[in-house]
Nanobody, 127 residues
Framework: QVPLVESGGGLVTAGNSLRLSCAAS???????????VAWFRQAPGKERDFVAG????????FYAEAMKGRFTISIDNAKNTVYLQMNSLKPEDTAVYYC?????????????????WGQGTQVTVSS
């Protein structure tokens, strides 16, 4: 498993941006054998949903439909960090955002495929 630490959450007004970071503890995702990293989010009283994912090579990022065009996922292997740039934020984006990692390069939106999870970072968007 990969120790993951998220940061970058906060309170913003609608229309503004935030960038979340997910750092692997001291080593690259590929060394841990966790070759695919994703962001999920969970709003109060709701299930945890997939947001975006990317493999450690940085290619083939993919997104949940509601995030396309507003969110961008990227990876910086030199910093062992995955980012989620969130633009044009809406109140419905309010949630705890979690970083997760899995082995293998195949895309997945399923929670059970991910064996490493961070502690989450709160994003609150006011109207």
């Amino acid at each position: 498993q990969v120790p993951l630490v998220e940061s970058g959450g906060g309170l913003v007004t609608a229309g503004n941006s935030l960038r979340l970071s997910c750092a692997a503890s001291g080593r690259s995702f590929s060394i841990f054998g966790s070759a695919f990293v994703a962001w999920f989010r969970q709003a109060p009283g709701k299930e945890r949903d997939f947001v975006a994912g990317i493999n450690y090579r940085g290619d083939s990022p993919f997104y949940a439909e509601a995030m396309k065009g507003r969110f961008t996922i990227s990876i910086d292997n030199a910093k062992n960090t995955v980012y989620l740039q969130m633009n044009s934020l809406k109140p419905e984006d309010t949630a705890v955002y979690y970083c997760a990692a899995k082995s293998g390069l195949n895309r997945s939106q399923r929670l059970n495929d991910y064996k490493s999870w961070g502690q989450g970072t709160q994003v609150t968007v006011s109207s």
